[in-house]
């Protein structure tokens, strides 16, 4: 393992009954780096980025995190380790305005209620930490909104707020841009390039390859479980066994 990796992942996998989600799958990421991840629906992306952050136990295989084994600890324990992830479906809480959405989530590393976080004394600071995530996804101003009166663009935003406001090393973000527009796909691409120039380590799951294209130099493809590519991303986007592995689900989603 090299000091320079800040994840390293060896021979992961997992089965669900009979089913291998993930077959030993092996990758280093590097401080810094932004990686989309690809594959075909049902291709294990979702298990994986949720192996990392601990929400899913692994039946084989290592994960280490700067240096340490993360293994044996919950997805709570990694959280405050500095892994933060963003989820395929948005679910904010409808009762708690935008601001309030966000306040919980910073609030969360501190106790393993969430209701507790909100009633500690620190709220000031949670409230600050909050309304600067707000800003750096370019949502301030609608901090005071119920999230059921703001669109889908909004609520994309809001997950990427929430899951910064961990202030997260290491950022998992599940198709952000999954039924966004064209040109709001475009901002919030722009903007996850630039929580990634800011310093946060990223790993993307996206189905918007031209998205990914533009904003990440590195990808990793599955498939079926497997890792099938990982490299430059014009390279693995060329490479014949990953154009195979789109077309031969009717490159639908592509
Ligand atoms: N908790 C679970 N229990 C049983 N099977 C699961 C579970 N989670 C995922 N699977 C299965 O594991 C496989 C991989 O699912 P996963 O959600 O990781 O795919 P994905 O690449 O994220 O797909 P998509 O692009 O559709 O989001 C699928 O066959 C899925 O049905
Ligand atoms: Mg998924």
New binding site residues.
């Given amino acids: 393992m090299s000091a320079t990796d800040l994840l390293h992942i060896r021979e992961i996998g997992v089965r669900?009954?009979g089913?291998v989600?993930?077959d030993g799958v092996s990758f280093d990421v590097r401080s810094g780096e932004l990686v989309g991840l690809l594959?075909?629906?049902?291709?294990?992306?979702?298990?994986?980025?949720?192996l990392i952050s601990g929400v899913?136990a692994p039946t084989t295989g290592e994960i280490h995190f700067r240096q340490e084994r993360l293994n044996r600890l919950n997805s709570a324990a990694r959280a405050r380790r500095g892994i933060a992830m963003s989820h395929?479906i948005v679910r904010p809480f409808r009762n708690m305005t935008i601001l309030e959405n966000v306040i919980l989530a910073a609030g969360s590393d501190i106790t393993r209620s969430p209701w507790r976080a909100m009633a500690r004394l620190d709220r000031k600071r949670l409230r600050e930490t909050a309304t600067n995530c707000l800003r750096m996804v370019g949502i301030a101003e609608l901090a005071d909104k119920m999230p059921s009166t703001q669109p889908l663009g909004v609520l994309k935003r809001l997950e990427v707020a929430r899951a910064l406001a961990t202030r997260p090393q290491m950022l998992l973000l599940?198709?952000p841009l999954a039924g966004l527009g064209h040109a709001e796909a475009v901002l919030l691409a722009d903007l996850i390039r630039d929580l990634n120039r800011s310093g946060v380590t990223i790993m993307l799951?996206e189905?918007n390859i031209a998205e990914v294209m533009r904003i990440c130099e590195r990808i990793v493809v599955?498939d079926n479980?497997h890792k099938i590519a990982d490299g430059p991303s014009a390279q693995v986007m060329s490479d014949p066994v990953v154009v195979d592995a789109y077309l031969g689900e009717g490159a639908a989603?592509a």
Avoid: Y
């Fill in positions: 669900f009954g089913l989600a993930v594959g075909p629906n049902g291709a294990g992306k979702t298990t994986l980025l949720r899913v395929q599940d198709e799951i189905h599955l479980g989603d």
